[in-house]
């Protein structure tokens, strides 16, 4: 496989891309939907309300993190992780302006 090339796209774009990947597994998106509905938790919470392994979670939980959609403070032996205000307003912002943009064709006009 080729190398990406990453620098043929703006910032905006490739952030999107990011963020697009870390919706693209269903493990992370019931992540992202348990952390909205809790407003933070414990990684333990995740074991139970999901039925995985702690390392898969740990893992999604991760790559998760390293985007910067959710952010971890920890608390003697436990991680909690909360929903990144910041950036998720920032995802939610791009993603509404490009589905926005579409404007919908009569069937005439279509392909």
């Known amino acids: 496989m080729g190398v990406s090339r990453t620098d043929l796209f703006s ?15 269903p ?8 952390l909205l509905k809790a ?3 414990i990684n333990g919470d995740l074991v139970n309300e999901l039925g995985l392994a ?3 979670i740990s893992q ?9 959609i959710i952010k971890g403070t920890i608390e ?5 992780y909360c929903i990144n205000s910041e950036k998720w307003e920032l995802i939610k912002t791009q993603f509404s ?13 279509c392909c």
């Open 39 to 41: 407003s933070a938790c």
């Open 54 to 56: 702690q390392a898969t």
């Open 60 to 68: 999604h939980l991760r790559e998760l993190k390293e985007i910067g």
């Open 27 to 34: 493990a992370r998106v019931a992540i992202i939907e348990y």
């Open 97 to 109: 302006t490009l589905f926005n943009s579409y404007n919908k064709l009569s069937e005439d006009n």
């Open 76 to 80: 003697g032996t436990r991680v909690s």
């Open 11 to 25: 910032e905006a774009q490739n952030n999107m891309a990011l963020a697009a990947k870390a919706f693209a597994h």
